[in-house]
């Protein structure tokens, strides 16, 4: 008796043991790893890299008397000194040469037809005068020898005689309408032919304007300095058009810096942030700068790779023009994230789910899951916006999931709440 009271006090004690282990979150498995969270200093850099500009230069490009594509047929050497009226460009003439000669065909064509035209047309006018003179002179004819005595002529030959009157007066007439219609249609075929020798003399005088305009001088003293798109420049043979940037004399006094930032590092890029420069050319110095202005949208900086980029240009703090030159290559370190008493947490302890971002929270029963709004991020970390405090302690993995065996690659981990920092660092003071 007193055996299955035990046994039954024994299953009772079980029984409220499972029940309040129901009630808990969950309870602390002690090989879930966890990190505390503390206020540090979350610094985000980046590094990109790019080229030397001028802030002002005058552009050289095919005259706009050059009507469609030009070939270059000579440029000056790339970073030469030039002085004021030096030719720095020049095109090949076969293409407008060839255009003026085929002007001067179409011309001398349209003026043997218009000449040819203008005497087939006299001739017919002249035939269609003399008809409308003899059917004249048979009218008159006709009415004065008209047979119109009755006592004379027979009957038969008063209406013979009225019939050739009427005939002789159409015939006339349709001598005279037949002449202006020929005269009308005449001149709308020389009018024409016309057109054809205006349109000729406008392709001769644009051929000989390209001719005179095929040789691009220096405005100014400076350096000629070759345009570069997507990373090329224009060549020799080459094929432009009226209005392209080939080349340029850039005003030395003030540069600036173009860089290209990787789309995944640019969360926080806005104009105002603090950059700093080193040429490569004097590796050993920094030159301070800030951001002036960022591309609305990434885009390839080659067409043939897919890697978008965001075209950003940094305001140098001052130029040296004894060594500076457009086109030396630039790496800029730019600071995007600079706080001083941020939540930084590791990247793993964010879960995603549902659309929401979620961190296991230790409690004095176990972990629960908080919901959290996260800030920007950098290498390994990610900053905690609201969600969590001071001295919270996290789990590095979701509690509720098998352990993962040793060696089995992680999942995805989520990116922070700032965008970027795929190439950025962290650095806790």
Known sequence: MKRRVWISAILGLAAVGLSVAALAPWSVDPKVPTARVEKQQFVRRITAEGNLEAV??????????????????????????????DVVIRFDPTELEHNLED????????????????????????NLDRDA???????????????????????????????????????????????????????????LIAVDRKKANIKIGQAETGLKALEVTAPHD?????????GDIVRVGETVWPGQPVA???DLSKMKAKIYVLEADAGGLEPGRQASVIVDSRAGVRWPAKVSKVAAFAKPRNRWLPVQYFEVELELERTDP?????????RADL??????????????????????????KKGAKGFSPVEVTLGPAALGRVVIET???????????????????????????????????GGGMVIIR
Request: proline share 5%; hydrophobic share 35%.
């Open 103 to 126: 002007g001067n065909e179409s011309k001398a064509t349209a003026e043997e037809r218009l000449t040819s035209k203008r005497v087939q047309q006299d001739g017919i006018l002249k």
């Open 248 to 250: 340029e004399i850039p």
């Open 56 to 85: 002002k230069a005058t552009v050289l490009s095919p005259p706009m008397q050059v009507q469609g594509g030009a070939k270059v047929a000579w440029l000056a050497d790339d970073g030469s000194q030039v002085k004021a009226g």
């Open 387 to 421: 969600g969590l405090k001071e001295n919270d302690v996290v789990a590095l993995r979701d509690p509720t999931a098998p352990e993962p065996l040793p060696g089995k690659k992680k999942e995805s981990e989520p990116t922070g709440g700032g965008g970027g920092g």
């Open 335 to 360: 600071s995007l994230e600079d706080r001083k008493d941020a939540l930084v947490v590791p990247r793993e302890a964010v879960q995603e789910k549902d659309g929401k971002h979620l961190v296991w």
């Open 222 to 230: 400076g350096l000629f300095v070759l345009k570069r798109e997507w």
């Open 133 to 191: 003179d003899v059917a004249g002179l048979e009218l008159d004819f006709a009415r004065k020898f008209q047979s119109k005595d009755a006592e004379i002529f027979s009957r038969r030959e008063i209406i013979t005689s009225a019939i050739d009157e009427e005939l002789a007066g159409h015939r006339q007439e349709h001598a005279h309408e037949v002449r202006g219609i020929r005269d009308q249609q005449g001149k709308a075929e020389m009018s």
């Open 322 to 330: 004894t060594w500076m030159k457009p086109g030396q290559r630039v």
